[in-house]
């Protein structure tokens, strides 16, 4: 999942520096990361990597929520 996490921050990159129109700006654009079942793994680790995305780099990501619907957390024991 970390490299997927890596993937999904370098695609963020490339596409904002690509569409600078959906920076983060005060007319309110947000990122908005959702899923279900097994998102429950990775969605919180894009949501951490958007996080030091924000505070390493020149473009700034407004995260507004992580929506998880039936979560898969963990694996049954």
Do not use: C, H, W
């Amino acid at each position: 999942m970390e490299d997927g996490g890596k993937e999904f921050i370098r695609f963020l990159d490339l596409f904002l520096r690509k569409f600078p129109e959906y920076v983060k700006v005060e007319d309110g654009r947000k990122l908005i990361l959702s899923g279900e079942s097994y998102a429950g793994k990775y969605l919180p680790l894009f949501a951490s990597y958007v996080y030091d995305y924000n505070t390493n780099s020149d473009i700034q990501v407004d995260l507004k929520s992580v929506l998880i619907g039936d979560p898969f957390a963990a694996p049954v024991i």
